[in-house]
């Protein structure tokens, strides 16, 4: 149990267009979902924490305009980049905790990327 | 805050044994995780210390003492698929919004033939 999957696993779009991802817990209902931002040979980076039905709260530094996160059910948290630049060329990971298990999270498969 | 530092890198050999170290401060923290990640993947759970000692699971066991912020992953009888970044990572403080994680820097492990 506890799979999360990710859509599309990589893109590649013009600078100035928007793209969006989607995160999905395939077999529990994800009390809270989190987006991360990863650059090569680096770690991690919290972006925003996603809950169902509520505003998404952003870290420090990202801007919340840009990246829009929408967690419309239980199972599906979606983060669209608006007027993508080449700078926001990143792998993009999404986790979900479920309702019992709240420390753990367990991450999709990750989605990269390429703004040209 | 959870500043998190770990060894950039470590090489070693197979079947033998190495030992992540990983220091964090100490406010607002809840447990410790780590995290096996391969090159272009999605981290992986291994293991999520709360109280202070050593957790054991087959070949890898994690240490936590709260009082020094300091944890440990040992890898054992090491095998060539356990290259890979291992990440140490601090949950909390808690808040309405949810579990946070705060990540290291991550090391990646060479094992070498």
């Known amino acids: 149990g506890a799979v999360v999957s990710q859509h599309p696993s990589w893109v590649i779009c013009k600078s100035g267009t928007s793209v969006k991802i989607e995160c999905r817990s395939l077999?529990?209902?994800?009390?809270?979902m989190f987006w991360y931002r990863q650059f090569p040979k680096q770690s991690l980076m919290l972006m925003a924490t996603?809950?169902?039905?509520?505003?998404?709260?952003?870290e420090q530094g990202v801007e919340k305009d840009k990246f829009l996160i929408n967690h419309a059910s239980l199972t599906l948290s979606t983060l669209t980049v608006t007027s993508a630049h080449p700078e926001d060329s990143s792998f993009y990971i999404c986790?979900?905790?479920?309702?019992?298990?709240?420390?753990?999270?367990?991450f999709g498969p990750g989605t990269r990327l390429l703004v040209l | 805050g959870q500043n998190i530092d770990q060894p950039t890198e470590m090489t070693a050999t197979e079947g033998a044994i190495v030992q992540i170290n990983c220091t964090y401060q100490?406010?607002?923290?809840?447990?410790l995780f780590w995290y096996q990640q391969h090159a272009g993947e999605a981290p992986t759970f291994l293991s999520y210390?709360?109280?202070?000692g050593l957790e054991e699971k087959g070949r890898f066991s994690s240490f936590l003492s709260r009082s020094k912020g300091y944890s440990y992953l040992l890898l054992k009888e090491l095998q060539m698929k356990d290259s890979a970044s291992y990440l140490c990572?601090?949950?909390?403080?808690?808040?309405?919004?949810?579990?946070?994680?705060?990540f290291g820097g991550g090391t990646r492990v060479l094992v070498k033939p």
């Open positions: 986790s979900a905790s479920r309702p019992v298990y709240q420390e753990t999270q367990y």
């Open positions: 077999d529990f209902q994800a009390t809270t």
């Open positions: 996603s809950n169902e039905g509520s505003k998404a709260t952003y």
């Open positions: 100490t406010s607002g923290f809840n447990g």
């Open positions: 210390n709360v109280l202070d």
């Open positions: 990572a601090g949950e909390g403080p808690r808040e309405a919004a949810g579990n946070k994680l705060t």
